[in-house]
């Protein structure tokens, strides 16, 4: 299984910001608490149990039991039963990554993320024995983009799941998905891994009544031998623990006032903000209905429904049924670190972004702050792609060129002809600096014609190197075809891959091979790209 890395920086698909987060920039030391070395968790364990007070014992327990009635209705492994009973002990912490519903999973990003959580536990169960870690899935039940999720693409094919339906997508019936199955059937054809991939999608879509227990179950078949814990916060009980929080979030609009302060200086550093809040962080759910609550002179409303009460009404409404209550995604990581005791947020990109907005809420609130972590990315390549891309010359690196890039350094290397005038246009800029000399020591006023040539002989040499380019190019077809086939094939729509393909592509060629080989391959604090050749 060779595998090579590549910095985050140099494969030009992160942005600056996150690149300098993983490369500890000082400038951004106040918008987390800790970075996630393994060293540092001590120091985020002992401050996670400081700030933990004495009623989260029964806390606990609530979490204990509301996991164990999600799991009563499929088969669990003995590595989840004990991690699900584990969270009643003070000694054990969390490390939590979180996705949307995502038909069949979605893009490959899905696994890597739970991966990273899943082997993270096992490192610090490793370099902190006394205590117990355990790999959290946050089910995004209470999302409301439909049109997000409810595709996934296979062999440049949107396999698309079309309803009606609104509100929070965890709710969503899952009627109209067996048309889907006859689509997957055929797409996915014959064999002993093509019927396995359809008989998960059977069993998890067909099988369950709504969205959210399909996605346990798919989850649970993929990980559930490795200890995976999947949670759905969408529970009465689970939210009736957040109610201060909630309290606090309508009536004094603390994470509005805290996130804003933070976003102007975030803005100073040139960072494209992620999320912005809103007066009041909350949605209010009800039957197929998830719209925000808003407050006007003391009048507190759903908004685009005829929902209205009064603040002591508002209260004792959220007191009776918390359930009908629920955060945004500005309120959303505050829920999930109060109701678990977790050390550590394992996500992509965009989601560290706003995680970094956030931390001044936290500190409002009273709630520590969790390590963040970058999940891993990878590019899979197969034996044979990994064989072409010897045959052909082409580098780890030069795969994450883009096209246009890719091409012309790919002529330029197979080209028998060097079509780099860089010298040439050296040596004529040496030229004319001993003709500004000469008009410096004659006229002056030559000085622009001596200029006006310069550029006019330099445009000139770099479009005779274009029009060579071109011409090696049209020359070279056939060996630049192949290459750019098999960047398309590692790059679908010129985007990463875990970005794009769904995990059955990989599965068909490897099946029970896949999940072990990703396992031992991705290092979640390696902090690099990696490239994993799967034999």
């Known amino acids: 299984m060779p595998t090579d890395y590549i910095p985050f920086r140099e494969t030009n698909y992160f942005s600056d910001f996150i690149c300098n987060y993983l490369d500890q920039k000082p400038e951004l030391n106040d918008f987390y608490n800790r970075f996630p070395l393994l060293e540092n968790f001590e120091a985020q364990i002992e401050e996670k149990q400081s700030n933990i007070d004495d009623h989260f014992a029964e806390n606990r327990q609530v979490l204990v039991n509301t996991l164990t009635s999600q799991y009563k209705d499929i088969e669990t492994s003995g590595a989840t039963a004990e991690n699900i009973q584990s969270l009643a002990s003070k000694n054990t912490f969390t490390i939590t990554t979180g996705h949307q519903l995502n038909l069949f999973t979605g893009p490959l990003y899905f696994l890597y993320k739970i991966i990273s959580t899943i082997n993270l536990t096992k490192q610090l169960k490793e370099t902190y024995p006394k205590y117990n870690f355990v790999p959290i899935y946050w089910m995004a039940s209470e999302d409301h983009d439909f049109e997000e999720i409810n595709y996934f693409n296979f062999r440049g094919k949107k396999i698309q799941w079309n309803s009606k339906q609104t509100g929070a997508v965890g709710h969503f019936d899952t009627k109209g998905l067996d048309e889907v199955f006859e689509v997957i059937s055929l797409e996915f054809g014959a064999g002993k891994n093509a019927e396995q991939l359809k008989t998960w999608f059977k069993e998890a879509y067909l099988n369950h009544n709504n969205l959210a227990d399909a ?26 623990l957040f109610i201060l929080q909630m309290q606090k979030e309508m009536l004094e609009q603390t994470a509005f006032k805290t996130v804003s302060e933070t976003n102007k200086k975030l803005e100073d550093l040139e960072l494209k903000i992620q999320v912005n809040p809103r007066e009041i962080n909350l949605f209010y759910i009800k039957e197929g209905v998830r719209e925000r609550i808003i407050e006007s002179e003391g009048v507190y409303s759903v908004l685009d429904t005829d929902i209205t009460w009064s603040e002591s009404e508002l209260l004792e409404h959220l007191d009776e049924m918390p359930e009908r209550f629920s955060p945004n995604v500005i309120m959303r990581p505050l829920y999930q670190e109060v109701i678990l005791p977790n050390l550590c947020y394992i996500g992509g990109g965009g989601e560290m972004i706003y995680w970094l907005q956030l931390k001044s809420n936290f500190e409002a609130q009273n709630v520590t702050f969790p390590m963040l972590l970058l999940r891993n990315s990878a590019l899979v390549t197969s034996k044979k792609q990994a064989e072409k891309l010897e045959n052909l010359n082409i580098s780890n690196k030069d795969l994450f060129l883009d096209r246009h890039s890719f091409i012309n350094k790919k002529v330029r290397k197979i080209s028998n002809i060097d079509i780099d005038f860089s010298e040439q246009i050296q040596h004529l800029e040496s030229q004319f600096k001993g003709l500004y000399d000469l008009a410096d020591q004659t006229d002056k006023s030559f000085v622009g014609a001596v200029k006006s040539q310069e550029v006019k002989q330099i445009k000139g040499l770099k479009q005779l190197e274009k029009r060579l380019l071109l011409a090696q190019k049209r020359k070279l077809a056939d060996q630049i075809e192949r290459c750019t086939e098999l960047q398309e094939q590692l790059f679908p729509g010129q985007s990463l891959q875990e970005r794009n393909t769904n995990f059955s592509e990989l599965y068909l060629e490897y099946g029970d091979q896949l999940i072990p080989e990703i396992l031992k391959a991705l290092e979640p604090l390696k902090g690099e790209f990696l490239i994993l050749n799967l034999e």
Not at 215 to 240: M, P, W
């Open 215 to 240: 996605t346990r179950y798919l989850a649970n078949q993929l990980f559930g031998e490795h200890g995976l814990v999947i949670l759905d916060a969408d529970d009465s009980e689970l939210k009736r």
